[in-house]
């Protein structure tokens, strides 16, 4: 994220870098191994994207207020829990260039590493009141349904772009949308504020997604840090494979590569289709209208380097990918 004022750009930072110490802090649970175990994808790195949204939001208010760095522990202790019960879902060797909790161990260690993060953000959650308890279990709830969606896949009948982008909506921008709305309300900031960023969170929570696909087809890989084709090899239906399955301009051959998992030795083949078809421009045209609701929403907050601060974040989602 690029911040045109300095000085809310270092503001923004300080408090990162006492979320980071502080994650490690909390983790810590005088145990070794299961100290080491649920501390796995935490060192493996990660944007902090949801704590970097949450004390951002929460400079239309009093950054420096209680419950500020709070929330934002609770939130990314809850992303990481959920990344450890989705590698052993996925049946994950990597996450984030590393071996998995999972593939290092096994898939209880994993399950029972994320179920301890979770134990760790209730413990945090307790301490904000019952109302942040209400929100963070609510949230919760949406994750669940959106895995459970993504899971089983669309009923039949129902358009599965509809169907992702709404498994979408529930798996990762709830919980974007709950971190952005937590960071200002602590600080202070008037309910109109609160009700619009967790808009715009969940929004460019969508967008954010949404453009991981894109780079795992766009990227070469060497220049973005992800793995090329991951998600392609894994046979994870992203937005472009969704619209290259069901689209009357797909290819036929393009529509057998994506029908299925693809092999190692067709990875480059089918690259190579995918970034000149017809289902990438739409999968782009797709994440253009969400950067530019996020923008919207973003526009409607009150004017200075704070919401000048998202309304950039909308260009860098969409400009990340091309």
């Keep these: 994220m690029e911040f045109v004022d300095p000085e809310l750009e270092a503001s923004v930072s300080r408090r990162l870098e006492v979320i980071e110490k502080r994650l490690q802090e909390v983790i810590d649970s005088g145990d070794a191994f299961l100290t080491e175990a ?29 419950g500020v760095i709070e929330s934002s522990l609770v939130m990314e202790l809850t992303h990481l829990a959920t990344l450890y019960h989705d590698d052993v879902m996925d049946e994950a060797a990597m996450r984030r260039g590393a071996p998995s909790a999972n593939s290092r161990w096994s898939n209880s260690i994993a399950i029972l590493s994320g179920d301890y993060l979770f134990a760790v953000a209730s413990e945090l959650v307790a301490e904000l009141g019952s109302e942040t308890v209400r929100e963070q279990a609510r949230t919760f709830s949406r994750l669940v349904h959106g895995q459970i969606a993504e899971t089983v896949g669309p009923p039949e009948g129902v358009d599965p772009v509809d169907w992702y982008l709404r498994v979408l909506t529930d798996k990762t921008g709830s919980l974007i949308a709950t971190a952005a709305r937590l960071g200002a309300q602590f600080a202070g900031a008037p309910t109109s504020v609160v009700d619009a960023v967790a808009e715009y969170g969940e929004t460019i929570g969508v967008a954010f997604q949404l453009s991981d696909d894109l780079l795992d087809i766009a990227s070469d890989g060497d220049t973005s840090g992800k793995v090329q084709g991951l998600d392609l090899m894994e046979g994870i239906p992203t937005l472009p494979v969704l619209y290259a399955q069901v689209g009357d301009d797909t290819s036929p051959r393009l529509r057998e590569l994506v029908s299925k998992p693809v092999a190692q030795e067709d990875l480059e083949e089918t690259l190579e289709l995918l970034r000149s078809s017809a289902a ?30 998202l309304t950039g974040m909308c260009d860098y989602m969409v400009a990340r990918s091309s």
């Excluded at 501390?39 to 902090?48: C, E, N, Q, T």
């Excluded at 994207?49 to 400079?59: D, E, G, K, Q, Y």
């Excluded at 253009?288 to 601060?309: C, H, I, N, Q």
Aim: net charge positive.
């Design 280 to 309: 990438m421009k739409q999968a782009r045209k797709t994440l253009d209208e969400f950067g530019e609701r996020a923008k919207a929403v973003a526009g409607s907050l009150p004017a200075g380097s704070t919401r000048d601060a």
């Design 38 to 66: 649920a501390s796995h994808v935490l060192k493996a790195g990660g944007k902090r994207f949801r704590p970097m949204l949450s004390v951002t939001a929460a400079h239309f208010g009093d950054p420096d207020a209680h």
